[in-house]
C-alpha cells in the first residue's frame, strides 16, 4: 500500500512540476516575443521607401542595448534580392541569418513567425520575423528582431530547479504521511496477527482486544474456529480412551485366562496378547500424540521436563553407577503436549541408561526460529550404520536377550513424525550412541520496541 501510493503519487508530482515548468517557461517566452513584437511594430511604423526603392528609418527604437555592439538585441529590415539593407548599430558590420524564417514570413506576409536562430556573436536569439508590403519597395520587406534567450532559458531553469526541490519536500513529507497512515491504518491488523500468534504459541487462548468494526466480525469468526478445533482435539482424545478401554478389558481377560492355564494354545496367547497389547499401546499413542500435534495452543517447557527426566532416571540407574548430565537453553519450549515429550525423551534418555557405560548427556537447544533440537549420547557400545537403520523400525530388537517389544524407538520416531519432526541416530562424541530429536518449538517473543 505504501509502495502504490508513494509511486503513485511521485508520478503525479513529477507531472505537476513538470507542468508548471512548461506553463512558467511559455509565460517568460510569451513575454519575450511581445517585447519582440513591439520592437517590429515601432520599426514597421517609422520605415520608410524612397523612389529609388532605398530603405530608410526616420526613428529607431530607444532601447540603448540596439546602439551597443553584440548586445544581445537586435533588428534588421531587408528586401530578399534587394540589397544590405538596415539593421540595429548592435550588429556592427554582421547581419542575421533567418534562412527558412525568411522564407515562411515571405510565404505569409503579414502573420507574425517566432523561431530560434544564432547571432552574431554565436548567442542563440529568439526572433520575430515579419514580411509586409511597402509601395516603392521591389518585393516584400522583411523586418526582424532578435534577442539573446539564454536569460530566459536561465529563468526556467532556476525555476525548474526551485519546483524540483519543493517537489521533493513534498514527495518526502507525502512518503512519511502515508507511511503513517498506512501503519496507522494497519494496526489492528498487526495487532490481530500477533494476537493469532500469541494463541498458536499458547501465550492466550483467544483473540482478545478492541477492535474497529470491520474487523470484529474476523476476530470472532477465528475465535469459533479456535473453539471448534479444541473441540474435536477433546473428541478425538475422549474416543481414543473409549478405545483404549474397550480392547485393553478383553485383552486383559485373555491374558489373565492363558496365564491360569498350562500348554501351548495358553503360551501362544499369552504371547500374542502381550503382542496385541504393545500395538494397541502404540497406536493408541500415535493417535493421541496425532491429535495434540493439531491442537493450537499446547505449550510445554523443555527444561522442566528433562530435569524431572534426569532426576527419575539418575535414582534408578544409580546402581549401575551411571551419571547423567544435563544442558538445555532456558525459555526453551516445545509446541506440544507435556506428556508426548516425556514420552519422546524419556524412551531415548532411558534407552540410552540402558547401554551406558558410565555417563549419559543431554542437551537442548533452539534450532532456528520455529525448531529445536534434543541430543542424547551415552559412552555404551554404539550402533553400526546399518543396526542404527534397523533400531528406528517396529518391532525390531537389536538384543533378543533384554525385554520388550522392540517397539521403543518406533514409537519415538512415530510421535516425532506426528509433530513434523524428526529422529536421527549417529556415533557419539562419548563413543557410544547419539539419538538427536528435532521437535518444533514455540516462536520467541521479540521486544515490543523492536516492532
Known amino acids: ?190 495487532r490481530m496477527g500477533r494476537a493469532v500468534a500469541a494463541v498458536r504459541d499458547g501465550e492466550q487462548s483467544h483473540i482478545t482486544g478492541a477492535y474497529p468494526s470491520e474487523l470484529m466480525p474476523l476476530a470472532g469468526e477465528l475465535n469459533s474456529l479456535l473453539d471448534h478445533s479444541r473441540k474435536v482435539v477433546e473428541r478425538a482424545r475422549t474416543h481414543v480412551g473409549n478405545l483404549a478401554h474397550a480392547l485393553k478389558t478383553p485383552i486383559t481377560v485373555l491374558s489373565n485366562e492363558a496365564r491360569t492355564n498350562k500348554g501351548p494354545l495358553a503360551e501362544l496367547v499369552a504371547r500374542q496378547t502381550d503382542t496385541m497389547s504393545s500395538q494397541v499401546e502404540h497406536h493408541l499413542r500415535r493417535a493421541r500424540a496425532a491429535a495434540n500435534a493439531r491442537a493450537i495452543g499446547a505449550r510445554t517447557s523443555v527444561p522442566e521436563v528433562l530435569e524431572d527426566l534426569t532426576r527419575t532416571l539418575a535414582k534408578i540407574y544409580a546402581r549401575r553407577g551411571v551419571e547423567l548430565a544435563l544442558c538445555a537453553d532456558d525459555g526453551l519450549v516445545f509446541r506440544g503436549e507435556r506428556q508426548d515429550l516425556e514420552d519422546l525423551a524419556g524412551n531415548l534418555m532411558d534407552n540410552a541408561c540402558k547401554w551406558a557405560a558410565c555417563a549419559v548427556r543431554v542437551t537442548a537447544a533452539p534450532l532456528g526460529e520455529t525448531e529445536l533440537q534434543i541430543s542424547i549420547e551415552d559412552d555404551g557400545p554404539g550402533l553400526t550404520e546399518i543396526e542404527r537403520e534397523q533400531a528406528l523400525a517396529r518391532g525390531v530388537r537389536l538384543d533378543e536377550q533384554a525385554p520388550g517389544t522392540g517397539l521403543g524407538l518406533a514409537i519415538v520416531a512415530d510421535l516425532a513424525r506426528a509433530y513434523d519432526g524428526a529422529v536421527r541416530l549417529d556415533r557419539s562424541e562419548l563413543g557410544g550412541l547419539r539419538a538427536q530429536l528435532t521437535l518444533p518449538a514455540a516462536r520467541r517473543r521479540k521486544l515490543e520496541t523492536a516492532r
Open 1 to 190: 500500500m505504501v509502495a502504490v501510493a508513494l509511486i503513485g503519487a511521485l508520478v503525479l508530482l513529477v507531472l505537476g512540476a513538470a507542468a508548471l515548468t512548461f506553463l512558467f517557461r511559455q509565460t517568460v517566452f510569451n513575454d519575450l516575443d511581445d517585447r519582440l513584437g513591439r520592437v517590429t511594430e515601432s520599426l514597421l511604423a517609422h520605415v520608410e521607401v524612397s523612389e529609388t526603392g532605398a530603405l530608410s528609418i526616420e526613428q529607431t527604437p530607444t532601447d540603448p542595448s540596439y546602439s551597443q555592439v553584440f548586445s544581445g538585441r537586435y533588428w534588421q529590415i531587408v528586401v530578399p534580392g534587394g540589397g544590405a539593407g538596415l539593421a540595429s548599430a548592435s550588429l556592427a558590420e554582421e547581419r542575421l541569418s533567418l534562412g527558412a524564417l525568411t522564407a515562411r514570413a515571405v510565404s505569409a506576409p503579414g502573420d507574425l513567425v517566432v523561431g530560434d536562430a544564432d547571432g552574431p556573436d554565436e548567442e542563440p536569439l529568439r526572433v520575430l520575423v515579419q514580411a509586409v508590403e511597402i509601395a516603392g519597395a521591389s518585393g516584400p520587406v522583411v523586418i526582424a528582431a532578435g534577442e539573446d534567450r539564454r536569460p530566459a532559458d536561465a529563468n526556467v531553469t532556476r525555476f525548474l530547479l526551485s519546483a524540483a526541490g519543493i517537489f521533493a519536500v513534498f514527495a518526502l513529507a507525502l512518503a512519511i504521511g502515508v507511511y503513517a497512515q498506512v501503519r496507522v491504518g494497519l494496526d489492528p491488523v498487526l
